[in-house]
C-alpha cells in the first residue's frame, strides 16, 4: 500500500478520536471547544486528486457529526473548507503551488501560518453561521469564531509544530 494513504488515515482517525474523545468535552470560558480536526486540511497532500480530498472530508465532517451529535454542522464546514482550499493556497503561496515540486519546506512560516489561519477562519465562520443561523445574532458568530479560532489556531500550529515531518 502507498504509504502517504496509511499516514493519512492514520491521521483522520487519531484526529476524529482526539477531537472527540478530548476536545469536545473542553469548555473554555463556557463556549470555547477548539476544533482540532481542521488541521487535517492543512496536512492532507497538495498533489492528491479532489474527488478523493472532497470525499474524505465529508467523512471527516460526517463521523465528527455523529460523535457529536451536531446535525450536520461539521460536515458543512469541512467540505466548504475542502472545496475553498485551492482559492487559499494560491492566496497563500501564489502561483508557486502549482508546480510539481512545490512543498511547504519551500515556504515561509509565515505563508504556512496564513494558510493555516485562513482555514481555521472559514471553517469557523461556515460552523458557527450554521450553529446561530441567524444575521440578527451577528455579534454572538463573530464573539465564537474569533474566540474558538484563536485557540483553535495555537493548538492546530503546535500539532503542526510538532507532528508535521520535517521534510514537508
Given at each position: 500500500m502507498n504509504s502517504?494513504?496509511?499516514?493519512?488515515g492514520?491521521?483522520?482517525?487519531?484526529l476524529?478520536?482526539?477531537?472527540?474523545l478530548?476536545?469536545?468535552?473542553?469548555?473554555?470560558?463556557?463556549?470555547?471547544?477548539?476544533?482540532?480536526?481542521?488541521?487535517?486540511?492543512?496536512?492532507?497532500?497538495l498533489?492528491?486528486?479532489r474527488?478523493?480530498?472532497?470525499?474524505t472530508a465529508?467523512?471527516?465532517?460526517?463521523?465528527?457529526d455523529?460523535?457529536?451529535?451536531?446535525?450536520?454542522?461539521?460536515t458543512?464546514?469541512?467540505?466548504?473548507?475542502?472545496y475553498?482550499?485551492?482559492?487559499i493556497m494560491?492566496?497563500?503561496?501564489?502561483?508557486?503551488?502549482e508546480f510539481?515540486?512545490?512543498s511547504f519546506k519551500?515556504t515561509?512560516?509565515?505563508q504556512?501560518?496564513?494558510?493555516?489561519g485562513l482555514l481555521?477562519?472559514?471553517h469557523q465562520l461556515?460552523?458557527?453561521s450554521?450553529?446561530v443561523?441567524?444575521v440578527?445574532?451577528f455579534?454572538?458568530i463573530?464573539k465564537?469564531?474569533?474566540?474558538?479560532g484563536?485557540?483553535t489556531?495555537?493548538?492546530?500550529?503546535l500539532?503542526?509544530s510538532l507532528f508535521s515531518?520535517?521534510?514537508e
Open positions: 502517504a494513504l496509511i499516514l493519512n492514520l491521521r483522520f482517525v487519531l476524529v478520536l482526539t477531537q472527540v478530548i476536545f469536545n468535552t473542553l469548555n473554555f470560558l463556557g463556549f470555547v471547544n477548539p476544533l482540532v480536526y481542521v488541521i487535517f486540511f492543512y496536512w492532507y497532500p498533489k492528491s486528486n474527488a478523493v480530498f472532497m470525499l465529508f467523512f471527516l465532517g460526517f463521523m465528527i455523529i460523535f457529536s451529535d451536531t446535525l450536520a454542522l461539521h458543512i464546514a469541512s467540505l466548504t473548507v475542502a475553498i482550499r485551492p482559492v494560491r492566496f497563500c503561496f501564489g502561483v508557486n503551488y510539481q515540486n512545490f519551500n515561509t512560516q509565515i504556512r501560518l496564513t494558510f493555516l481555521v477562519l472559514i461556515v460552523y458557527f450554521f450553529e443561523l441567524s440578527s445574532h455579534l454572538l463573530l465564537k469564531v474569533f474566540a474558538t484563536i485557540v489556531l495555537i493548538i492546530c500550529a500539532f503542526s515531518p520535517q521534510s
